[in-house]
Nanobody, 119 residues
Framework: QVHLVESGGGLVQAGGSLRLSCAAS????????RAWYRQAPGKQRELVAA???????NYEDSVKGRFTISREYAKDTLYLQMNSLKPEDTARYYC?????????????WGQGTQVTVSS
């Protein structure tokens, strides 16, 4: 069983900052990618930022230069630092890990944390 627990969401004014955290626990195999997704009402879930096992990062175009994905190895915690927030960043943000064990690949998701940016 793999558990991902996000925290750090909230209400912030445009231009403000938030830092999301995702703590992972459980019997996880080899992690391929850690990522943050978001889903706004009436829209599909989209990839916001990803961190591969070799340290490469990938960002959705609209967040480049504003968001930073990082990992704290000691706590096995994934972060998303969000600066210069805009109302269009309002969404529920989900932590995701893609991992492999015994040649099977899995995706695990957290329950999400709400981010609301007021104009």
């Amino acid at each position: 069983q793999v558990h991902l627990v996000e925290s750090g969401g909230g209400l912030v004014q445009a231009g403000g900052s938030l830092r999301l955290s995702c703590a992972a626990s459980g019997d996880i195999g080899r992690i391929n990618t850690r990522a943050w997704y978001r889903q706004a009402p009436g829209k599909q879930r989209e990839l916001v930022a990803a961190l591969s096992s070799d340290g490469r990062t990938n960002y959705e175009d609209s967040v480049k230069g504003r968001f930073t994905i990082s990992r704290e190895y000691a706590k096995d915690t994934l972060y998303l630092q969000m600066n210069s927030l805009k109302p269009e960043d309002t969404a529920r943000y989900y932590c995701n890990i893609n991992w492999t064990r015994y040649f099977q690949t899995y995706n695990s998701w957290g329950q999400g944390t709400q981010v609301t940016v007021s104009s």
